[in-house]
């Protein structure tokens, strides 16, 4: 009897573009290195500023061009043995996978679940089917996410204001120098008060533990999980849970209409470990403000009238309470938060996510083979999306190294200095987009407009050419004269 020999899979008959192994060296050493030594869960100072130093990002972001520039679209394959791990090379592709997450590019890639198991076994993040899919409504419910005003915002926002005014405070008293550390201690209370309640403000060993944890994961499965510290963090937010503080996310999640498989209890480290790099951002766009003074003149303006129009809205009662539609949104549960966000503020924190990604990798995993025009994807294979190299890649954004809040308009052309349409993905994009990104940037605008609202700014730790950014700005070493 004759035995018919089985049809080679699409990937074989039909294989994608493959680096040579000396290429794949010097993707492993320019690209992977550097993100993986800076720490992908938390960062490392030290070598962030080493990586500041050197210009290693920038070497990043020109050998993804070299390899461009060879082999086009691709998606390229690396030559790595035992696995499979293809570079997205072309903008049209990037729209692609993040388009189709969670099939066939599904979010839970294996680096990444090895990673977050440390402290988020169960985050929607990587989930998948229809754990995914319950445990992505509850983030986005509680998140509220699509609405760039959180409907808690009258909650959120004082809290903003009063941990804003005391780090000035602070600054004025260390000789009118705003450092890293005491900037992170604010932005920290912000985060604890904002998600867990005001009773969290002073809990640093909260935020100590997430650290280790976060720590743990940068060595994914090179480490044991501490299920022990693992569960001691549980055990602590479902405390904060149980306690349902008014005007927090951890009350909001209290009432949301959780299922069986959502696990709460795991989505909540998310936040608190997404809090972190949103302050990096914020410090970050504090600096772009300060390097471009005509900027900085114009979004005092935009606060101002922020403020004006605020108080002439409750003059005339308009700003009462919640009240349904846009504006009852917008005024929150105190009626006091403004009608509408800081568009330039917004915009300088996405300025600052572009040109100093705080995700420059964005994985995917794939779920079944998935062609291409230039050949098919293995299933299981790791898809890489090195956002800075679309970000930063100069060949076709004009102002890849300047300041250009204006490629954040929503109406923007061609003439703003990038492609229409081209991948800018400081928050992902798709259905994985980040739920939060709106909530972020409302803190993180508010936080920025108090900072800038009553001092002169000045960076003391760098200098910056307005027409050349760096490749990376350490947020560790980054420093201000206030005055």
Known sequence: MTRTARPAPAHVQNPLPRATALETAQVLRDVQAPMIAKGPIIRRPRVVGVIERFGLEGRAVARMQALSDRYGSGPLMLAVPGRDIALVLDPEHVHRVLAETPEPFAPGEMLKRNALKHFEPEVALVSHGTERAQRRRLNEQVLDDGHPVHRMAGDFLPVVEQEAVALLETAD????????????????????????????????????????????????????????????LHSRLQAALDRAEPGSLAAFMARADAGPDDSPINQIPQWLFAFDPAGMATFRALALLAAHPERMAQARREVAARASESVSEQATGQASGPSGGAAGRAAGSSGTAPLKPLGLLRATVLESLRLWATTPMLLRQTTREVGFDHGVLPAGATVLIFAPFFHRDDRHVEVAHRFAPELWDPDRTAEAGAPVGWPLVPFSAGPG???????VLLLTSSFLARLIGDREIAVASHRLDPEHLPSLLSNFALEFRLS
């Not at 980040?434 to 909530?439: A, K, Q, T, W």
């Open 433 to 439: 987009i980040c739920p939060g990104r709106h909530l």
């Open 173 to 232: 008293r260390a000789g009118s120098v705003l450092a890293w550390d005491e900037f992170k201690a604010a932005w920290y209370r912000v985060v604890r008060r904002v998600v867990l309640g005001d009773s969290a403000a002073d809990d640093t060993e909260l935020t100590d533990l997430m650290e280790k944890l976060r720590a743990d994961g940068n060595w994914a499965f090179f480490k044991p999980v501490d299920t022990r510290a693992r569960a001691e």
